[in-house]
C-alpha cells in the first residue's frame, strides 16, 4: 500500500497554516513544523524551498517563517473526498454513478453531499470499499494521493481507521459515524432528541401505552441505536408511562424477524396503543397489525425513523422523524471549511444533525377504551 510522501505531508501542515495566516505574520517553527508532521530538518527544508519559490513565505534568519507580505493567493482546496464505510453494495453502486440515487436515507445523504460540493465550486471523489477489498486500507490510499486534502468519512466504525488521514494532515470531518469512541469534527444524531421527538408525539395525542421496536444488536453494537434505546427508556419513566420488558422488543432486519417482532408486541395482554420503530420495519407492522384486526391511525398509532421511501408507500403513509440530508451535508462542508481554516470540533464537541418531524395518517389520538 502506498504512504504519502513526508513532503506532501509537509506540504499540507503548511498550506492549513497559510490559510488562517495574514501576510507578513508568522507561521509555525520548523521545530513544530517536525513536530507535528512527524519528519526530519531535511523534510521540512525541501518543502519550505517550493514555498519560498512560489512566493508563499518568507524564511527570515534568526526570526523564523512568515507568511510573504505580496499576499499571493494560497491554494484553495478544490476537491473533497468522501469515504464511505461498512457500506451495502446499492449505496456503492449510487456513489459510483452506476445506478441513480434513490429515495433511501443514503441515497439521498449523497445526492446531498454532491450538489452541495457543485454549489460551492467543489470536485467530489467517492470512495466505497467493496468486502473483498478489507486487505486494503482506503484511507491510506486517499493519504497517499497527492491531490487530497480534506475528506468526509460516513459511518466510520473504528477511530482508528482514519489515523492515516489525519496523521498526513488531511482535514477531516465525520458523519454519522457508529464508534462508541467518538471522533473530533463528528456530526451525528442526538438519540435523545430522536426518541423525544416521536415519544413526545404520541404522548401528546394521548398514549401511554408505547412499544419500541429497535435494531441493537448484541453481537454487534453500534452506538447510535444503543443510545436511542437508552434513550427510550428515560423518556417512559420521566413520562410515568407503562413500562414492560415487553414493550421493548429487537425489530431485526429481515421479513421473518420483524413480523413476529410485531406479532410479540402485538399480542400482549396490554396492547400498546403507540409505536416507535424504524421505517423498514413500517410493513411488517401494518401486515400483523392487520391479521390482528387493527386499524393503523386509529386501533394502533405508529412513528417511523428517517422518512424513508417505505414510509410514504405505505397504507397509510406514516409519520415518520425525517433526518435533515441537505442540512446535514451543508453542516459537513462548513465544518470541513473550519477544520481546514486549523478550527477543529473536539470529540467532546459533536454536532447534531437537524431532525424534522413529518405527520402523516399512522398516528391518532389514543383510542377510547
Known sequence: MAKPS?????????????????????????????????????????????FERRNLIEVRPQR????????????????IDILYLNAQPDIRRMASGLEPTDG??????????TREAQSRGLQIR????????SDTDPAERIAADVDSRACITVGLAEVSLIRSLTAAQLSVVNLFPSSFQMPPNAITTDADEVVGQQFDHLYELGH?????LHNSEAHHPHRELLLRREAFYRQAVTRGVSL????????????????????DVLSIPDRPT??????????????????FGLTIGRDLSVVGTDDK?????????????????TAVAQAAFDLLEKVSRGQPRPASDMMYAELKMVVRQSTGPVPSQ
Open 126 to 133: 467517492f470512495h466505497v470499499p467493496a468486502e473483498d477489498e
Open 309 to 325: 421511501p417505505v414510509a410514504r408507500a405505505v397504507d397509510p403513509p406514516a409519520t415518520t422523524l425525517q433526518i435533515r440530508r
Open 244 to 263: 414492560l420488558p415487553a414493550y421493548v422488543v429487537f425489530g431485526g432486519f429481515s421479513e421473518g424477524v420483524q413480523q413476529q417482532a410485531a406479532r
Open 64 to 79: 523564523g517563517l512568515f507568511r510573504a507580505r505580496t499576499a499571493r493567493r494560497v491554494p484553495d482546496i478544490d476537491r
Open 274 to 291: 403507540g409505536l416507535i420503530c424504524a421505517d423498514q420495519h413500517l410493513p411488517a407492522v401494518y401486515a400483523v397489525a392487520a391479521s
Open 208 to 212: 401511554r401505552r408505547i412499544a419500541y
Open 104 to 113: 433511501s436515507f443514503h441515497g439521498e445523504l449523497i445526492a446531498s453531499l
Open 6 to 50: 513526508s513532503t506532501h505531508i509537509v506540504d499540507r501542515f503548511i498550506e492549513q497554516r497559510l490559510r488562517i495566516t495574514e501576510p507578513g505574520h508568522a507561521l509555525p517553527s520548523v521545530r513544530r513544523v517536525m513536530d507535528e508532521c512527524r519528519v526530519g530538518a531535511a523534510t521540512v527544508s525541501e518543502a519550505l524551498r517550493s
